[in-house]
């Protein structure tokens, strides 16, 4: 599976939009761009995933270059709750399910 | 819908002594995994079942640690005898399938393991 780098820690204004990038330039065909959260205290939480296309729900928006090189996760309007760890994860296709967790970005949503 | 389910929560023992978790997936999920995660890393696979059967424990140190699943339902996790270094949060994951880019999996809340 390709690697994924991402900054360490990052701060956001409550009420801002948080942009967490995500380098995987060596990502291939067939593998999928994952998000997962982790909150203090609590285990990984999935956000969303995506192949090509942007993906939005309820909890986070993701923009995939046209490349595929790169990713930015974005949470539309931060909220202190949303103080966690954020991974992002590259799983292939043909995978069995195994995801490994890099160091992830620590955002820490301030009042 | 319950989520993952383990305990205990939290559970301490001295380097030598053996120590078991629990784990008891989502109703219906054939995927269940164990993970470790040491303070301030990210969670490390350990191994991960397909119903009752391993699909992958290739970062599982076997000399000391195993698993099982019985009946394709809960699943123990066994450490014996535990190392200082086996100090880490032991996470129980499950999905409904795995594979193909459909990898959404639930995690418990963790049993945090102190060996002194």
């Known amino acids: 599976d390709a690697k994924t780098t991402q900054p360490p820690s990052m701060d956001c204004a409550e009420g801002r939009a948080a942009n967490l990038p995500c380098n995987h330039s060596t990502i291939s065909g067939n593998e999928y761009v994952y998000w997962y959260r982790q909150i203090h205290s609590q285990g990984p939480q999935y956000i969303t995933h995506g192949l090509k296309n942007n993906e939005t729900n309820e909890m986070a928006s993701l923009i995939i270059t046209e490349d595929r090189k790169s990713s930015t996760l974005i949470l539309p309007h931060a909220t202190l709750r949303d103080t966690a760890v954020y991974y992002c994860?590259?799983?292939?296709?043909?995978?069995?399910?195994?995801?490994?967790f890099g160091q992830g970005t620590t955002l820490q949503v301030k009042p | 819908e319950a989520g993952v389910a383990q305990s205990p929560r939290y559970k301490i023992i001295e380097k030598r002594q053996s120590v078991a978790f629990w784990c008891n997936p989502i109703s219906g999920h054939a995927t269940l995994y164990w993970y470790q995660q040491i303070l301030g890393q990210g969670p490390k696979l350990l191994i991960q079942?397909?119903?009752?059967?391993?699909?992958?424990d290739s970062q599982l140190p076997k000399d000391r640690f195993s698993a099982e699943r019985l009946k394709g339902v809960d699943s123990t996790l066994k450490i014996q005898p535990a190392k200082l270094e086996d100090s880490a949060v032991y996470l129980c994951?499950?999905?409904?399938?795995?594979?193909?880019?459909?990898?959404?999996?639930?995690f418990g809340p963790g049993t945090r393991l102190t060996v002194l």
């Open positions: 994951a499950s999905s409904l399938v795995a594979g193909w880019g459909i990898n959404e999996q639930f």
């Open positions: 079942f397909q119903n009752n059967g391993v699909v992958d």
């Open positions: 994860i590259v799983v292939a296709a043909s995978n069995t399910g195994k995801l490994i």
